[in-house]
């Protein structure tokens, strides 16, 4: 009885977990000052990916990453980039080996990225929709 309970809790709790990973929005935002208005998934990547090193006609960019296991950046990768975790870290260490690049500053969490964003007029991050405010502007919506 105990075991079939424990099993009916964690499947609860993935299936909670899936939907609410289903439903949230990602989205891309840069500081209030930029001129920076709008910004493709291609771009995106681009920047978070070390290919760009700059906002198209905005200037330099420097991003900030939610940490490795974070749901959100996860979803990020996989939706703007379309390339997993483990693809993203395979990317970066040639990067960084090579020299050419690198990688995005990590911040602890969506309050960190946000307000490193609102911050910097350089600066880019993404963070789920829900904790958009005004210090931060949105120039691109994953969902």
């Keep these: 009885m105990l075991q079939e309970f424990k099993t009916w809790t964690i499947a609860t709790a993935l299936l909670l977990g899936c939907s609410f990973a289903a439903s949230a929005q990602v989205v891309v935002i840069v500081n209030p000052k930029s001129p920076l208005t709008t910004l493709s998934p291609e771009q995106a990547s681009a920047v978070f990916l070390g290919k760009t ?22 979803m990020f990768y996989t939706k703007a980039a379309g390339k997993t975790a483990a693809q993203v870290k ?8 090579s020299g050419k690049a690198s990688p995005p500053k990590e911040l602890s969490s969506a309050t960190e990225v946000k307000k490193h964003v609102a911050g910097n007029v ?17 120039v691109l919506t994953i969902e």
């Design 122 to 138: 350089d600066a880019i991050g993404y963070i789920e929709k829900s904790a958009v405010d005004n210090t931060v502007k949105v």
């Design 53 to 74: 090193s700059s906002l198209p006609g905005a200037g330099p960019a420097q991003p900030a990453d939610l940490p490795d296991a974070n749901a959100v950046r996860e």
């Design 90 to 97: 395979a990317s970066w260490a040639r990067l960084t080996f």
